[in-house]
């Protein structure tokens, strides 16, 4: 059974940074693409990041030059770093993995960007 557990949300003020990962665990050989998403109240689920096999990683435009995903193929761990943070960056957090044409989804990060 394939899980993805994430970490590292938290309260961050404007212009900080915060860090997440997640972790996929199960029986899992190759990963076809790896990503965060994003849900803020009121809003419908957006991509924030992507990187899919080893091409170049797609960002959302909102988030060009401060955010930055990475993955570490061997762990089956995918990060996003978050620079520069915005309070319209608020938002529940979602990793999300495309295995064997299946969608698997983490159960979410709380991201809130508040002074």
């Known amino acids: 059974q394939v899980q993805l557990v994430e970490s590292g949300g938290g309260l961050v003020q404007p212009g900080g940074s915060l860090r997440l990962s997640c972790a996929v665990s199960?029986?899992?050989?190759?990963?076809?693409?790896m990503g965060w998403y994003r849900q803020a109240p009121g809003k419908q689920r957006e991509l924030v990041a992507r990187i899919i096999r080893d091409q170049t990683p797609d960002y959302a435009d909102s988030v060009k030059g401060r955010f930055t995903i990475s993955r570490n193929s061997a762990k089956n761990t995918v990060y996003l770093q978050m620079s520069s943070l915005k309070p319209e960056d608020t938002a529940v957090y979602y990793c999300?993995?495309?295995?064997?044409?299946?969608?698997?989804w983490g159960q979410g990060t709380q991201v809130t960007v508040s002074s």
């Open positions: 199960g029986t899992i050989f190759s990963i076809s693409a």
């Open positions: 999300n993995i495309v295995y064997r044409g299946n969608n698997y």
